[in-house]
């Protein structure tokens, strides 16, 4: 008995240095296992650029249009002659909303069907209506109709067809936020670290599709300046956005437009008043910045991710008004806001899109003024 009891005792001994190394074997074999790889973000900078008007909590006056009828409000393009808005939205329909402008009764109408996920919308010079479908790519729809402009450039296909603008001369301005990962697994490409977003040019008359820009990070919301003379391009990842000259000196160059932005840039629009208009999905938080910062963190994440459902990280988001020149003028934000992927101004309103939401929010500017520039 003495015996067993010694060799219980000894076994005990060893048994406890390998049950507290057991964790720290097991993290490193699913380090080692895991094909997805990560590498630094370039230029990534966690500062904010200073606003200097923060309208916080705005969720409480957001007033909720053509709630049950719009599950996922992702972009929105405004009608000016018919007080009309288009949407696209998560169950693959293009909307329209009648009765925004002025004030009248809202109505909802199907316009078509894409079969995808409509992602960014916007009316040509003779109100065409044109979106760039995450699974489909650009495409031109009418009333249940659906026509394939492109589905690729350069014998690589989209992998998510995001935003775009249409010029007056009916030449179409789309971003292709990555060439690698679906809508699915868009979080994949932010996590990865690596720039797999293009813009790109189609010409209607020829239906030829070139590539402007490679190497982009997370390429999404596009907007063409009043003059048409140059295009802005939010890059989400680096929590920016750039400016590409279509005319003049500087034409096929790029600048920034705004950067340091106090969130992640999603969808950008024009609204026709000296402002541009950029929905923010997410706030920076701290846990956000480290994400980006490090890439061990974000292969951490994914390895994790396939055991346990991460935590919501994401928070303050909002809209963010921006002047011609590229100077922030007026956040409105929110701590409760997430997931908002773009703001249009209609009249006194500001019209707010969701990746996830049921509604369109709308917020009086008269409450909420933002300074012109």
């Not at 993290?27 to 630094?40: G, K």
Request: charged fraction near 25%; glycine fraction near 10%.
């Amino acid at each position: 008995m003495a015996v067993v009891e010694g060799v219980k005792k000894g076994g005990g001994k060893l048994l406890a240095p390998l049950i507290a190394v057991a964790p720290v074997v097991i993290v490193v074999a699913l380090w080692i296992v895991e094909p997805f790889d990560t590498s630094p973000i370039p230029d990534y900078d966690p500062e904010i650029r200073h606003v200097r008007e923060q309208n916080l909590r705005v969720a409480r006056d957001l007033e909720r249009v053509a709630e049950g009828l719009v599950m996922g409000p992702e972009d929105l393009a405004y009608d000016a002659q018919e007080g009309a808005v288009y949407v696209t939205t998560a169950d693959g329909w293009v909307k329209k909303v009648e009765g925004v402008a002025y004030g009248g009764e809202i109505a909802v109408r199907n316009l078509s069907f894409t079969g995808g996920r409509p992602l960014g919308v916007a009316l040509g010079p003779s109100k065409e209506v044109f979106v760039c479908d995450a699974y489909k790519g650009l495409l031109k729809v009418a009333d249940n109709k659906v026509e394939v402009l492109s589905d690729g450039a350069e014998g690589v296909k989209f992998k998510l067809a995001d935003g775009l603008d249409v010029a007056s001369d009916g030449t179409i301005y789309f971003t292709d936020a990555s060439y690698k990962y679906d809508l699915d697994h868009h979080m994949l490409d932010i996590f990865e670290g690596r720039p797999h977003g293009r813009l790109l040019r189609f010409e209607p008359s020829t239906g030829e599709t070139h590539v402007l820009l490679k190497g982009l990070y997370f390429a999404n919301g596009l907007a063409l300046s009043p003059n048409q003379d140059f295009l802005v391009y939010c890059e989400s990842t680096l929590a920016r956005c750039v400016k590409y000259w279509i005319e003049g000196d500087k034409k096929g160059s790029t600048e920034i437009f705004i950067d340091k932005l106090p969130g992640v840039p999603d969808n950008i629009r024009y609204d026709g008043e000296g402002r541009f208009w950029i929905g923010l999905a997410t706030g920076k938080t701290a846990f956000f910045n480290i994400m980006l910062k490090y890439a061990v963190v974000r292969k951490a994440m994914v390895i994790v991710s396939k055991f346990i459902m991460l935590p919501e990280f994401q928070m303050n988001g909002g809209v963010l008004a921006v002047s011609l020149t590229g100077e922030a003028i007026a956040l409105y934000s929110d701590p409760e806001l997430s997931k908002v992927t773009g703001g249009i101004k209609i009249g006194k309103y500001l019209y707010i899109g969701y990746l996830d939401k049921s509604y369109i929010g709308r917020l009086d500017l008269k409450k909420y003024a933002a300074s012109a520039h």
